[in-house]
T-cell receptor, first 112, second 111 residues
Framework: KAGVTQTPRYLIKTRGQQVTLSCSPI?????VSWYQQTPGQGLQFLFE???????NKGNFPGRFSGRQFSNSRSEMNVSTLELGDSALYLC???????????FGQGTRLTVV | EDKVVQSPLSLVVHEGDTVTLNCSYE??????LLWYKQEKKAPTFLFML????IEKKSGRLSSILDKKELFSILNITATQTGDSAVYLC???????????FGKGTKLSVKP
């Protein structure tokens, strides 16, 4: 069974640009969560989707948004990038809500 | 505010040593506590604990939860260099039901 797949693996963007990251969950998993990981803050929850609906949202500004498609694949978008958005963005999938989450390899975003 | 605190933040041991990693939490609507191992990028799932006092074991790793005292420990016996990683503790609960992670414990196992 294929694991969680995130694309791209690495990304370099300029301040002010926008970026879209993609996550394909494990087959059959319907819940997808996104996390931002930085050395100072650790892993912080961004949002969670289940059956195309956003179920939870973390304390991030509105520049961070996401969506989930009918095949459970998810995208997250960050607009008007800031230097502080440089981080590892991790996606995790679960079969249903409130079960153990399985993580992808992440997308390393660098904003210059 | 819900939070998860791990200790120590870092630890250096020699192969063969036994280590205990700590995780304490303050949370509303507790559902479960999870342990992950992060070597390079993707955290890999280790254990999910929901009941107090029941030890979960996988090879040299074991974990237990104390819901009264609000903490969990992760034990690794006979450590190997391959155990070197950041170990993350996460609590599932709170008002949003998402995972709340601690900052992690960085374990370095020297040959």
């Amino acid at each position: 069974k294929a694991g969680v797949t995130q694309t791209p693996r690495y990304l370099i963007k300029t301040r002010g640009q926008q970026v879209t990251l993609s996550c394909s969950p494990i087959s059959g998993h319907r819940s997808v969560s996104w996390y931002q990981q930085t050395p100072g803050q650790g892993l912080q929850f961004l949002f969670e989707y289940f059956s195309e609906t956003q179920r939870n949202k973390g304390n991030f500004p509105g520049r961070f948004s996401g969506r989930q498609f009918s095949n459970s694949r998810s995208e997250m978008n960050v607009s008007t990038l800031e230097l502080g958005d440089s981080a590892l963005y991790l996606c995790a999938s679960s079969p249903v809500l409130n079960t153990e989450a399985f993580f992808g390899q992440g997308t390393r975003l660098t904003v210059v | 505010e819900d939070k998860v605190v791990q200790s120590p933040l870092s630890l250096v041991v020699h192969e063969g040593d036994t280590v205990t990693l700590n995780c304490s939490y303050e949370v509303t609507n507790f559902r479960s506590l999870l342990w992950y191992k992060q070597e390079k990028k993707a955290p890999t799932f280790l254990f999910m604990l929901t009941s107090s006092g029941i030890e979960k074991k996988s090879g040299r790793l074991s974990s237990i939860l104390d819901k009264k005292e609000l903490f969990s420990i992760l034990n690794i016996t006979a450590t190997q260099t391959g155990d070197s990683a950041v170990y993350l503790c996460a609590e599932e609960g709170g008002s949003q039901g998402n995972l709340i992670f601690g900052k992690g414990t960085k374990l370095s196992v020297k040959p």
